[in-house]
C-alpha cells in the first residue's frame, strides 16, 4: 500500500500524463500541484515510486510517466467517480431522436455517440437484429500481377482476399466488373442478394473469368455466414490522431487487430458481472492492443444481458470520463431499445 503522499504523487502523474502526453518531472509537480512538498521531496518519492514499479522512465533525461501497475491502482485506488451532466445526458437523448428510426439504427449511433464523446475507438457488439448491407466491392492494386479484392458492408467491416489477375485482363477492365457489381447489388442486404442475381452478373460480365468467380463466390460465401451477434465500429480516425500511435509500428498492430471481427467480438464477449470492466495495456492478451486499454460494460434487454458496449483507447485515456459515458450506457441503452423496439 502507497501512503497518502506517493498516492498524491502518483495521481498527479497520471491525471497530468493523460492531459499532456508528456513525461512529467517533479519541479512540474510541484509548480502545478499544491502538494506543500519541495520538488526534491517530490523527486526522492518518484524515485520510490519507480522502484515499486509504478512509473517508469521512458528515457534517461525524461520525466516519468504511468506504467500498467500505475494505471491499474489509479483506475483501483485513486480516480474519483465522475456523472454525466444533465447537457451531456440531453445531447445523448437528442442524438438517438434524431438520428433513430429503427431499433438496428440504435447499434450504429450508440457507436458514434461513444466515439464523438471519446475520441477513441467505439465497439458495440450487438444482436443479429437485421442482415448485413452490401455497400461495395473494390479492386485495389497490390503489383502487377496480383489485386486485393475488398468486400465493404454497412457496419464498416472489410472483407479482403489476395488474387491473381487473369492473363489479358487489365486494371480497368477489374474496375468495370466492380462498377457492374456495385451498381447490381450496392444497398441490399445480403439476405435480398439471390444466387440467381449472383448467375445473371456471371453471365453478362466477362464470362468464363476466374477471377470474376473467384469474387462472386466471396460475396456468395459472406451472404451465408450466419451470426448471433453483429459488431459495430466508430471513432478508427480519431484513434490515428493519439500522439501514442504516431509509431507505424503500433498503428499497423491495431489496424490489423481491428479487422479481425473474431477478435474483437471475443475480446466484447458478455460478460456475467455487472458494471464497467477495465483492462490495461498487457492485461490485454491479444498483441495487437498491448498498449492499448479497453473499457466495457454490458447492456441489457427485458433483464437479459445481450451485448456489450466498449472503448478502445491509449493507456493514456481519460478513464474518468469513459467509464462515465459507459455506465451511463449500460444503465440505460436497454430503456432505449425498448423505446425503439416496437
Known amino acids: 500500500m502507497l501512503d497518502e503522499r506517493k498516492r498524491k504523487i502518483l495521481q498527479a502523474i497520471i491525471d497530468d500524463y493523460i492531459s499532456t502526453a508528456e513525461p512529467i518531472g517533479s519541479r512540474t509537480i510541484a509548480r502545478k500541484y499544491d502538494l506543500g512538498v519541495s520538488p526534491a521531496t517530490i523527486r526522492n518519492e518518484m524515485a520510490d515510486l519507480e522502484l515499486l514499479g509504478y512509473i517508469e522512465q521512458p528515457h534517461t533525461s525524461s520525466g516519468r510517466v504511468p506504467s500498467v501497475k500505475g494505471y491499474r491502482f489509479y483506475v483501483d485506488c485513486l480516480m474519483e467517480p465522475l456523472s454525466l451532466s444533465k447537457h451531456e445526458v440531453a445531447l445523448i437523448n437528442n442524438w438517438y431522436q434524431a438520428k433513430v428510426q429503427r431499433i438496428d439504427e440504435v447499434f450504429q449511433e450508440t457507436a458514434k455517440i461513444i466515439s464523438r464523446m471519446t475520441r477513441n475507438i467505439s465497439m458495440v457488439l450487438a444482436p443479429q437484429l437485421s442482415p448485413c448491407i452490401f455497400k461495395y466491392i473494390q479492386f485495389l492494386p497490390l503489383d502487377e500481377y496480383r489485386v486485393i479484392l475488398v468486400i465493404v ?52 460480365i466477362l464470362p468464363g473469368t476466374d477471377l470474376l468467380e473467384t469474387a462472386l463466390a466471396n460475396i456468395k460465401k459472406a451472404l451465408f455466414v450466419e451470426k448471433n451477434e453483429k459488431l459495430y465500429l466508430g471513432g478508427t480516425t480519431q484513434m490515428l490522431k493519439q500522439p501514442e500511435f504516431r509509431n507505424i509500428d503500433k498503428i499497423q498492430g491495431l489496424l490489423t487487430m481491428l479487422e479481425e471481427e473474431r477478435l474483437l467480438c471475443d475480446i466484447l464477449q458478455k460478460k456475467d458481472e455487472d458494471g464497467v470492466i477495465i483492462t490495461i495495456g498487457q492485461e490485454n492478451k491479444y498483441s495487437g492492443i498491448q498498449d492499448c486499454s479497453v473499457v466495457q460494460a454490458t447492456y441489457r434487454i427485458d433483464g437479459q444481458i445481450v451485448g456489450t458496449v466498449a472503448v478502445l483507447g491509449p493507456t493514456r485515456m481519460e478513464y474518468r470520463k469513459i467509464i462515465s459515458i459507459l455506465d451511463f450506457m449500460h444503465k440505460h441503452l436497454g430503456e432505449i431499445l425498448v423505446k425503439y423496439k416496437a
Open 153 to 204: 458492408t454497412d457496419t464498416g467491416f472489410v472483407d479482403n482476399k489476395i488474387m491473381n489477375i487473369p492473363d489479358g485482363i487489365v486494371f480497368e477492365d477489374l474496375q468495370k466488373i466492380a462498377d457492374s457489381i456495385n451498381a447490381r447489388l450496392g444497398g441490399l442486404s445480403f439476405d435480398r442478394i439471390q444466387t440467381s442475381v449472383l448467375k445473371e452478373i456471371q453471365q453478362t
